[in-house]
Nanobody, 127 residues
Framework: QVQLVESGGGLVPAGGSLSLSCAAS????????MGWFRQAPGKEREIVGA????????YYADSVKGRFVISRDNAKNMVYLQMNSQKPEDTGIYYC????????????????????WGQGTQVTVSS
């Protein structure tokens, strides 16, 4: 069991940057693969980026590759998403996600793979 709390959402101009943080409860954070998903109004929830238990494997959606960076600090039970060169289509609710993962290298890349969700934080990119 793990609880996730996102922070850092807000309004950013196109081309700007924003950093999201996710704090996880518990002593076993390193046993979870982590991810960031987002959902725009009327659209399906989609993967943004994911990171394996020790940070050795990372996955990004093609739409954010080269612009966003996912990282984690297992000593602090934290996962981060640095978003650069923001575009209006990046607008949506961003969710922190955790998956109990026996593998040290696998990551969650679709909603069905997620065991725990945060409540989400709104990110709005203006034109």
């Amino acid at each position: 069991q793990v609880q996730l709390v996102e922070s850092g959402g807000g309004l950013v101009p196109a081309g700007g940057s924003l950093s999201l943080s996710c704090a996880a409860s518990g002593r076993t954070f390193s046993r979870y693969a982590m991810g960031w998903f987002r959902q725009a109004p009327g659209k399906e929830r989609e993967i943004v980026g994911a990171i394996s238990r020790s940070g050795g494997s990372i996955y990004y959606a093609d739409s954010v590759k080269g612009r966003f960076v996912i990282s984690r600090d297992n000593a602090k039970n934290m996962v981060y998403l640095q978003m650069n060169s923001q575009k209006p289509e990046d607008t949506g609710i961003y969710y922190c996600a955790a998956t109990q993962q026996a593998s040290v290298s696998r990551v969650p890349t679709y909603p069905g793979a997620v065991d725990y969700w945060g409540q989400g934080t709104q990110v709005t990119v203006s034109s």
